[in-house]
């Protein structure tokens, strides 16, 4: 079955503890994003690669690492996680050209920072 | 800036009436991509229709179809036949061809109920 693959679904952590959202794709698609989604500020995108080890900053990076060492997985990374870090986080992938094809989004990490 | 509208907080449906949920952007560009996504009370964003700005058919996926008046500058999505587990909140998104970003542009969603 094609799919995003994210992991943890939820995960409670303290102010300052690095962690890493996975987020790995079985489609062979180039393009992948991470996004967040915050109550009244929608769905904001963090940062997007186009290809392996071509990232790019999106809206709001600050505070989040990525990589993309392999064409499939494209992790999430806060170094030093803060409460204001508390958000909903979808990874997304698409081949290219994107268009005519939907993003196909994981299912979602539920992150809260305390 | 291209900006997603969808005016409608909340709506209700009877189940098995069709419902129309309604979006407007704002784009200066001429190549563009829209999108429908939903989101149920379980979290994930589900992919459920695509139309292109030069698609001249409007586009429809099983009981979705998407009421594309590009002069309007509208992309309603149309339910039809609403079932139960048609309750969720449902985004409009719009990309722009030419961002390098292939950045999508969220509206700030509706959420739909159906009422059995």
């Known amino acids: 079955e094609a799919q995003v693959t994210q992991n943890p679904r939820y995960l409670i952590t303290v102010t300052g503890k690095k962690l890493t959202v996975t987020c790995s794709q079985n489609?062979?698609?180039?393009?992948m994003s991470w996004y967040r989604q915050d109550p009244g500020l929608g769905l904001r995108q963090i940062y997007y690669?186009?290809?392996?080890?071509?990232?790019d900053k999106g809206d709001v990076p600050e505070g989040y690492k990525v990589s993309r060492k392999e064409k499939r997985n494209f992790p999430l990374i806060l170094e030093s996680p803060s409460p204001n870090q508390t958000s909903l986080y979808f990874c997304?992938?698409?081949?290219?050209?994107?268009?005519?094809?939907?993003?196909?989004f994981g299912s979602g990490t539920r992150l809260t920072v305390v | 800036a291209q900006k997603i509208t969808q005016t409608q907080p909340g709506m209700f449906v009877q189940e098995k009436e069709a419902v129309t949920l309604d979006c407007t952007y704002d784009?200066?560009?001429?190549?563009?991509?829209l999108f429908w996504y939903k989101q149920p009370s379980s979290g994930e964003m589900i992919f459920l229709i695509y139309?292109?700005?030069?698609?001249?058919q409007n586009a429809t996926e099983g009981r979705y179809s998407l009421n594309f008046q590009k002069a309007r500058k509208s992309a309603n999505l149309v339910i039809s036949a609403s079932q139960l587990g048609d309750s969720a909140m449902y985004f409009c998104?719009?990309?722009?061809?030419?961002?390098?970003?292939?950045?999508?542009?969220f509206g700030s969603g509706t959420r739909l109920l159906v009422r059995p």
């Open positions: 997304a992938s698409t081949a290219w050209g994107g268009q005519g094809y939907g993003y196909t």
């Open positions: 489609m062979n698609h180039e393009y």
């Open positions: 690669s186009m290809n392996v080890e071509v990232t």
């Open positions: 784009t200066s560009d001429q190549s563009y991509g």
């Open positions: 139309q292109g700005s030069y698609d001249e």
């Open positions: 998104a719009m990309r722009d061809r030419m961002d390098s970003s292939y950045k999508l542009i």
